[in-house]
């Protein structure tokens, strides 16, 4: 059960990527770097928001528990994806990929993170 939430979870790869793409394709261009951010933090919130309500009216979860573990689940992967791609393959710092959890200096990237982890909860409780 919990293998198929595992598997739901790589579409918000691509939705991450494509978000990014968005940003420096279109808004990017004429925003400082900062800005640009915080606009990519609100559009990804609201595309993975939609992908989580489309999962869990398919496969909808058992209690808010469960939603909680697969949030929690949800959130390891995609810290642990940004660390192991942004370093490793991106060659980003880990000082680059820390500064990113910087809210006081108006990185909101904690917020899609705690996005994913409580959104299965509330789409529990609003489809019932």
Same mark, same amino acid.
């Given at each position: 059960m919990i293998l198929r939430y595992v598997i739901a979870w790589i579409p918000m790869v691509f939705i991450g990527v494509i978000n990014g793409?968005?940003?420096?394709?279109?808004?990017?261009?004429?925003?400082?770097? $900062?800005? *640009?951010?915080?606009?990519?933090t609100a559009t990804g919130v609201l595309l993975l928001g939609l992908y989580i309500l489309l999962v869990a009216?398919?496969?909808?979860?058992?209690?808010?528990?469960?939603?909680l573990i697969i949030g929690c689940m949800w959130l390891g992967l995609t810290v642990g994806f940004e660390f192991i791609f942004g370093h490793y393959i991106a060659g980003q710092s880990w000082?680059? $990929?820390? *500064?990113?959890?910087?809210?006081?200096?108006?990185?909101?990237?904690?917020?899609?993170l705690l996005w994913v982890a409580v959104a299965p909860v509330l789409f529990y409780r609003l489809l019932g």
């Open positions: 793409i968005l940003r420096e394709v279109t808004y990017g261009k004429y925003l400082n770097e $900062l800005r *640009a951010h915080q606009v990519s009216r398919l496969w909808g979860f058992e209690s808010a528990t469960q939603a000082s680059k $990929l820390l *500064a990113d959890y910087n809210i006081f200096a108006g990185r909101l990237w904690s917020i899609v």
